[in-house]
Nanobody, 115 residues
Framework: QLQAFGGGLVQAGGSLRLSCAAS????????MAWYRQAPGKQRELVAD???????NYADSVEGRFTISRDNAKNAEYLQMNSLKPEDTAVYYC???????????WGQGTLVTVSS
């Protein structure tokens, strides 16, 4: 089970840090990811991180967002800086055996960026 939290309302240019707490299993050997879904749009990958720490970012967030994980705490994080109104979405954390296979999903946390 994954639980995402840390969303909220922030002005453009501001920062937020999302957290995802895992329970019920150890995710240290799993790839983890953050996805988002804006109103009226399809869910899209924001960033992912392998069990070994290799990261990958969507072009739209490269250089502004940082994904990280703490295997000892069975958790992952998404540091979001220089937020833009177009970053407004529900953000979901996910985990799976590899980047292409996300089997476990959190419930989502809403991020709203005002202009």
């Amino acid at each position: 089970q994954l639980q995402a939290f840390g969303g909220g309302l922030v002005q453009a240019g501001g920062s937020l840090r999302l957290s995802c707490a895992a329970s019920g299993r150890t995710f240290s050997n799993y790839a983890m990811a953050w996805y988002r879904q804006a109103p009226g749009k399809q869910r899209e990958l924001v960033a992912d991180i392998t069990s070994g720490g290799s990261t990958n970012y969507a072009d739209s967030v490269e250089g502004r967002f940082t994904i990280s994980r703490d295997n000892a705490k069975n958790a992952e994080y998404l540091q979001m800086n220089s937020l833009k109104p177009e970053d407004t979405a529900v953000y979901y954390c996910a985990g799976g055996p590899n980047r292409a296979t996300m089997l476990y999903w959190g419930q989502g946390t809403l991020v709203t960026v005002s202009s």
